[in-house]
C-alpha cells in the first residue's frame, strides 16, 4: 500500500481525534506486516518499531486461532493490563488500530469511540487501497515520471 503525505496527513487527524475522545494516551496504524503507518500520542519510553511488530504478530497469531475454532478472524482484541490496557482492531481488513488506555479512560469509552470513528478511518484507509488496486502493473509512485529519464540524462547527472 503507497500512503501518500495527504493519506498519513488524513490517518494522523482522525487517530488524534479518536485519542482524544477517548480519552487514549496513544493511537496507532500499523499494516498487518507490522510497519507503521501512522500515530497519535505519546508511548512514553516504548519502542514504536518494536510495537508495531509486535501487535501484528499478535494479530496474526490470534487469525490463526479464529481458524482453529472455525471462525473466519476476531475483528477485535483487547488486553488489561495494571497500569495500561490495550484494544486492537482490524480495519479495512488490510490494518490493525491500537489504542493504548490507562485508568483515564475505560474499555467501553475506547469501544465506542473507535465504533463511531470507524467509517471515517476504514473509508481513509480505502483512499489508497483504491489508488493502488486502479493503477496499472508496474505503475506505482516511485517510478512515477522514470520513462522519461534516459540514458543520455543518467550520464549527465552522473558523468
Request: no cysteine; charged share 25%; glycine share 8%.
Amino acid at each position: 500500500m503507497v500512503i501518500l503525505q495527504e493519506d498519513h496527513d488524513r490517518f494522523v487527524e482522525i487517530l488524534e481525534r479518536l485519542r482524544e475522545e477517548s480519552n487514549s494516551r496513544f493511537a496507532f496504524l500499523i499494516d498487518k506486516a507490522g510497519q507503521s503507518i501512522a500515530s497519535a500520542g505519546s508511548i512514553n519510553d516504548g519502542d514504536p518499531t518494536a510495537l508495531a511488530s509486535l501487535t501484528a504478530g499478535n494479530v496474526a497469531a490470534t487469525e490463526g486461532l479464529a481458524q482453529v475454532i472455525g471462525e473466519a478472524s476476531f475483528s477485535t482484541l483487547y488486553h488489561e493490563g495494571e497500569q495500561e490496557s490495550l484494544y486492537i482492531s482490524l480495519v479495512a481488513d488490510r490494518v490493525i488500530l491500537l489504542v493504548i488506555f490507562d485508568e483515564q479512560s475505560s474499555l467501553g469509552l475506547v469501544r465506542l469511540r473507535v465504533k463511531q470513528r470507524g467509517d471515517e478511518l476504514d473509508a481513509a484507509v480505502r483512499v489508497p487501497l483504491e489508488r493502488e488496486k486502479n493503477q496499472p502493473a508496474g505503475a506505482g509512485v516511485a517510478t512515477a515520471g522514470l520513462d522519461d529519464i534516459s540514458d543520455a540524462d543518467i550520464d549527465a547527472l552522473f558523468g
